[in-house]
Structures are given as structure tokens and as C-alpha cells.
């Protein structure tokens, strides 16, 4: 049984009417960090398809392309690794950021706390958020779940040494509205329309 099989199993389910009553800054229900990211994922505005193998991958991703009418539209692509796993799609590929509508990335972890999806330099290189497209369809695995923004540094930390990658941010709304228009902690950033291609590998 894979992990999102046992999310939306037979666990007891946090109901809609509990949700929508808590106030944004109370503290978080005590939850698993896979249900906590996809509660939070979704009410940022982020659209979510959990595959099982790299097969659905493929299907969703297809998906994506023919429901949005991205056929004639190459993908930015700044990591020439992902560029490599999807050669076989019938996808154009791009590394101009002026060139091209739709982002296709990687990243670094998917935060639970929050909803949000940690990038750095490995994604971005030097380029802001507000500088890529406004279509962004994320590669990520379940294994990359972190509980928060401390333990995703700290996994980065760890994982490249004096190596630490640069422009480190978080991808967090994923649709414009007055909240985000409003609020100072978004200063810099932008919404994008973004899609989550999770695989799931535990």
C-alpha cells in the first residue's frame, strides 16, 4: 500500500467544517506530513496528481499539455538531468527564459507546515521567480516531504556540504488573489498556475 493509498484510506480524516474553522495562525492539527502538505498544497491554489510509476507520469503530464493547448510550446528547462528523463515525451524543450510559457522543474523538497515547494540554484540558477513563466509544472517524489522550511535546510545542508546551493526560496501561491496582493511576506514573489507531478517511491 503506498503512502497517499494509506492517506486517503482508512485514516480518520480531518473533516472540511474543522478546516474552515480554524484561523490561518492557529497551530497545526496534529497530522501526517503527507496529509498536511496536500491540505495545504491545495489551499494555496496548487493542482496535484500523485502517480504511482513513472508511466502515470508520463499519461499526467500528457494531460497537462493537451488540456492547457501547450503542444506548440517548448518547456523551460534549466536542468539538463530533467531534460534527459523526459526526452522520450513529445515535448520541446527550451534553457531561454523568454522563450518559452510553461516551467518544468525539479525541487529540492515539498514543505508539509505550509504547502509550499523549496527551490534553489539546482532549479532556478540566478533567475528570480518573478523572471520564469507563470505555468509551472513541478517533478517531485513523497521521499522529498519535509515538515518544515528548518528541515529542508538542514537536509540541504547536509546533503551538499560546503557545496550549499544559492537562491534558495519557496514556490508557495499558486493563484493571484487579494491576500497575496496584500500581504508583505509575498514582496518579490509572483503567483504561478502550478502543476505537482508527485511520484511516489517509498
Not at 551538499?160 to 514582496?187: C, M, V, W
Request: proline share 2%; charged share 25%.
Amino acid at each position: 500500500m503506498g503512502l497517499f493509498d494509506k492517506l486517503f484510506g482508512g485514516r480518520k480524516k480531518v473533516s472540511k467544517e474543522t478546516l474552515e474553522a480554524r484561523g490561518a495562525h492557529m497551530p497545526d492539527l496534529n497530522i501526517p506530513v503527507d496529509e498536511k502538505f496536500t491540505i495545504h498544497f491545495k489551499k494555496n491554489g496548487g493542482k496535484f496528481l500523485y502517480c504511482d510509476s513513472s508511466k502515470e507520469i508520463s499519461q499526467a503530464l500528457k494531460n497537462i499539455v493537451t488540456e492547457n493547448d501547450w503542444q506548440n510550446y517548448p518547456f523551460l528547462i534549466l536542468d539538463d538531468r530533467l531534460g534527459k528523463k523526459f526526452s522520450k515525451e513529445n515535448i520541446g524543450f527550451t534553457d531561454k527564459t523568454d522563450q518559452s510559457e510553461v516551467f518544468f522543474t525539479t525541487c529540492e523538497h515539498l514543505i508539509a507546515q505550509n504547502g509550499s515547494i523549496l527551490v534553489c540554484s539546482n532549479q532556478l540558477l540566478e533567475n528570480k521567480l518573478s523572471d520564469l513563466p507563470d505555468n509551472v509544472i513541478v517533478y517531485a517524489t513523497t521521499s522529498q516531504l519535509v515538515e518544515s522550511i528548518g528541515e529542508g535546510l538542514k537536509v540541504i545542508k547536509k546533503k551538499y556540504g560546503r557545496s550549499i546551493p544559492t537562491n534558495i526560496t519557496t514556490l508557495k501561491h499558486f493563484q493571484a488573489n487579494e491576500e497575496n496582493d496584500h500581504n508583505f511576506l509575498t514582496y518579490g514573489s509572483s503567483s504561478k498556475n502550478l502543476y505537482l507531478l508527485l511520484l511516489e517511491d517509498l
